[in-house]
């Protein structure tokens, strides 16, 4: 007798669940075509077409310029106004060109991305640290090209990053697949994630953090940074409690008339290693700062790093 077969009720995918599907596709296709065309362009053509993509969007009104207007303002009060557009624009232009470097930090030969980096500064203390093998934390703010940064340092020694995940999963993969050729490994923003970086630091290993993110699920503490009260990250402050190691704040300076990158490192703050969380913190953001002076233009101004407030005020209309 045969017996009849059970047929599977075909899965009906939800019309919206296809539409966005569908859109994320897309939107990957577009990165990966753009990534792969600016991988190919030489570096000083990518940084005339940053400056022209920075000047459109600073003609022209938009959430970007809004946002680093916004924040320059309150930062440095004491600037002209013809002091603070010029800042604006080149911002603005700043961060035209770290989105146009991406291929070269992504699809470009490890050897190739490194090749880049024509000069260092400050290293010596660095490379010291990491030589005695207790673990070092460093500090890369949104300054520059933080890619070419995080491929230089981690080419020192094992490294792990902390990092938030996109939101594009295909772009998660990608970074997963660009950033492992460094040796890099990443940390998620949770729990694991910070007992993965603990475990990287009793090994002797580099920790990376991002310090200039506003914190979520109440991982942070108010600081001034540039006399503007910031939601500062207490992470760091809480790893130098469970281990003491150096800590250093860097980044890589763009050089003029795209001649590749200066790798400039700097101690942190002495406040740093505060037992107390709020005096760590502080020194933090004074580390950022002192980075951030070094290369003002090259700040990452766009991004709203005073959206939340002590007050729940709204910092950004």
């Not at 296809?18 to 994320?24: G, H």
């Not at 050897?111 to 890369?140: M, P, W």
């Not at 492992?180 to 970086?197: C, D, E, H, M």
Request: charge should be positive.
């Amino acid at each position: 007798m045969m017996l009849s077969r059970r047929h599977k009720p075909k899965v009906q995918l939800r019309p919206e669940y296809l539409r966005e599907a569908t859109i994320l596709t897309f939107k990957y296709i577009i990165l990966r075509c753009f990534l792969a065309v600016t991988a190919r362009l030489p570096l000083r053509m990518l940084h005339r077409l940053g400056a022209g993509w920075g000047n459109l969007l600073y003609w022209i009104p938009n959430r970007s310029r809004h946002t680093t207007q916004r924040n320059l303002q309150s930062c440095f009060p004491d600037k002209t106004t013809s002091e603070l557009a010029v800042l604006t624009r080149s911002s603005l232009q700043s961060t035209a060109c770290t989105a146009l470097e991406m291929g070269k930090s992504w699809l470009v030969p490890l050897a190739d991305t490194l090749a880049l980096v024509r000069e260092t500064e400050g290293t010596e203390a660095f490379e010291k640290a990491i030589a005695t093998g207790h673990g070092v934390i460093l500090l890369a703010p949104h300054l520059s090209n933080w890619e070419v940064f995080g491929f230089y340092v981690s080419n020192k020694l094992p490294t792990v990053f902390l990092y938030q995940p996109p939101k594009l999963p295909a772009l998660d993969n990608l970074l997963k697949q660009t950033r492992s050729r460094g040796g890099i490994k990443l940390a998620p923003t949770n729990r694991q994630g910070v007992a993965q970086l603990l475990k990287s630091l009793y090994q002797g290993e580099l920790v990376g953090v991002l310090p200039d993110q506003v914190p979520v699920d109440g991982g942070g503490l108010f600081a001034p940074f540039f006399g503007q009260q910031a939601l500062t990250m207490t992470l760091v402050g809480k790893l130098l409690a469970r281990k003491k190691v150096p800590v250093f704040c860097g980044f890589a300076e763009r050089l003029p008339r795209g001649e590749g990158f200066r790798v400039i490192i700097l101690e942190a703050d002495a406040q740093i290693y505060s037992d107390d969380l709020q005096e760590s913190v502080q020194g933090l953001n004074r580390a950022v700062e002192a980075c951030v002076l070094r290369a003002l233009p090259q700040y990452q101004w766009e991004y709203k790093r005073f959206r939340r407030q002590p007050d729940g005020s709204k910092f950004y209309s």
